[in-house]
């Protein structure tokens, strides 16, 4: 039982491990932000992949250009600034609130509060026809 | 009549979402905006393909019009745009070419079965100056001012219907300034 166990912890690890030769960084912390950042950006050739999970040959090179960013000591912004100068916002996962975006953000809030306003007066006009 | 009003605002909104939904059925995800047009070519200096002692600057493209045309050999679509790029040639176009992830043997080869339309070709094995470009695919084609400012980019084949429609026009006007 112990053997299996560990035999699984082993496979769990493996992957990690593996991840750890392909793009070795010299702290957890560094390691931690490359791994966050590849989650957050879009690969532009199967969109709805991020940079993490992707195999195609530009999600390869942008992994190597985010992992010598990373290694350069360089912060979450530079890196998604980096990026997004070159492909524009939606490289980005989560995308910038400006004007453009209003909508895409708080679009959802506007709807919710048009659903409670005409339940309410659907609700109230009901109550008051009894 | 007022109570209609409220009644009628789901309704309202369901066929407003449609309308949207319907749009975004048309439209292509692969088609996306670039936000390299109106800023300067990205700085660089690349072997040439045919000369590969001899290092390419991007500062020595300023002064004229031209397209910058991403291709590889490993890009069958490259194949398809090739004919048009030829015939543009003839027509006395500037193409630069800038050859994206590819290696300088089979780059060659490509051009000695497909015809060379450039004037000179740029060598970007690691595609490093590519991603600098914002470059997700092959072919793509650039249109660089005098002053060296990227006007126009397209992602994909090159056809005549494009050149005569939005590229052309735009070379004109771009030749006429100063």
Known sequence: ?130 | MKKIGWKALPIILFMVICIFLWRGLSLDPHHLPSVQVGKSLPAFSLPELEYPGVLFQSSQVQGKVVLLNVWASWCSACVDEQVFLMQLAREGVSIYGLNYKDNSHDALQWLKQWGNPYKNILSDTQGKVAIDLGVYGAPETFIIDKSGVIRYRHAGIMNQELWLKEMLPLMNELEQQT
């Open chain 1, 1 to 130: 039982m112990k053997s299996i166990v560990s035999l699984i912890f082993f496979f769990f690890f493996i992957g990690l491990s593996y991840a750890n030769t392909m793009y070795p960084l010299d702290t957890p912390k560094q390691e931690a932000q490359f791994e966050h950042l590849l989650k957050d950006l879009r690969c532009l050739v199967c969109q709805n992949q991020d940079l993490a999970d992707s195999n195609a040959d530009l999600a390869k090179d942008l992994r190597l250009q985010v992992y010598n960013l990373v290694k350069e000591g360089k912060s979450d912004t530079e890196i998604n600034d980096y990026l997004s100068a070159r492909y524009g916002d939606f490289v980005l996962f989560k995308p910038p609130v400006k004007s453009l975006t209003l909508m895409l953000w708080f679009g959802p809030f506007l709807f919710l509060i048009l659903g409670v306003v005409i339940f309410w007066r659907t609700c109230f006009k009901r109550a008051s026809y009894e």
